[in-house]
């Protein structure tokens, strides 16, 4: 079984900090995803990487899947009290995987 | 909007009892998953299906089983509840290829007394 590991577990900041989540494994993903899950729902679904080195931006959020394609960061930029939830990374292991292996998550919270 | 619809919020269960949890989903997706998500654990695959009447076991099958007889239909039946499945359960789907990823339904909280 490949797992994905994430770092921080917890992580508590105020409104306006930067903050970096990283998403890590010994394994090779075919693609990357990235995930949000707010309180009481499920997760939803916020972006998809494929190539090695790719780098994709949705507004203040900056994902990157690593060169080897064995890991990926999350990168927020002044943070709001919007963005707190618990942030999930999911790869697909081989070509024609349709199953998702998760991370067990970082849980953000960002203080008024 | 499309969507990923599971039966109940919250849901209180006897210990022993049978329980139906569904799931519809209006994309017309190919697959389905049952996932439960636990404190420190994270999200485990119970079940998922890739076809009408085909379902293959996940990570935590023991316990559960599932029906798919229509498309658009997933249901995970716990067959005797027990205390240790209470938990919250998210329903998932997605077409066939990596670039769509999962939608995913609110989820049912299951408690079991």
């Known amino acids: 079984t490949q797992l994905l590991e994430q770092s921080p577990q917890f992580l508590s900041i105020q409104e306006g900090e930067n903050l970096t989540v990283y998403c890590n494994s010994s394994s090779v993903f075919s693609s990357l995803q990235w995930y949000r899950q707010e309180p009481g729902e499920g997760p939803v679904l916020l972006v998809t990487v494929v190539t090695g080195g790719e780098v994709k931006k949705l507004k203040r959020l900056t994902f990157q899947f690593g060169d080897a394609r064995k890991d990926s960061s999350l990168h927020i930029t002044a943070a709001q009290p919007g963005d707190t939830g618990l942030y999930l990374c999911?790869?697909?292991?081989?070509?024609?995987?349709?199953?998702?292996?998760f991370g067990k998550g970082t849980k953000l919270s960002v203080i008024p | 909007d499309v969507k990923v619809t599971q039966s109940s919020r919250y849901l209180v269960k006897r210990t022993g009892e049978k329980v139906f949890l569904e799931c519809v989903q209006d994309m017309d997706h190919e697959n389905m998953f049952w996932y439960r998500q636990d404190p420190g654990l994270g999200l485990r695959l119970i079940y998922f299906s890739y076809d009408v009447k085909m379902k293959e076991k996940g990570d935590i099958p023991e316990g559960y089983s599932v029906s798919r007889e229509k498309k658009e239909r997933f249901s995970l039946i716990l067959e005797s509840a027990s205390t240790n499945q209470t938990s919250m359960y998210l329903c998932?789907?997605?077409?066939?290829?990596?670039?769509?990823?999962?939608?995913f339904g609110s989820g049912t909280r299951l408690t079991v007394v």
């Open positions: 999911a790869g697909y292991s081989g070509a024609g995987s349709y199953q998702l292996t």
């Open positions: 998932a789907s997605s077409p066939p290829g990596q670039g769509y990823g999962y939608t």
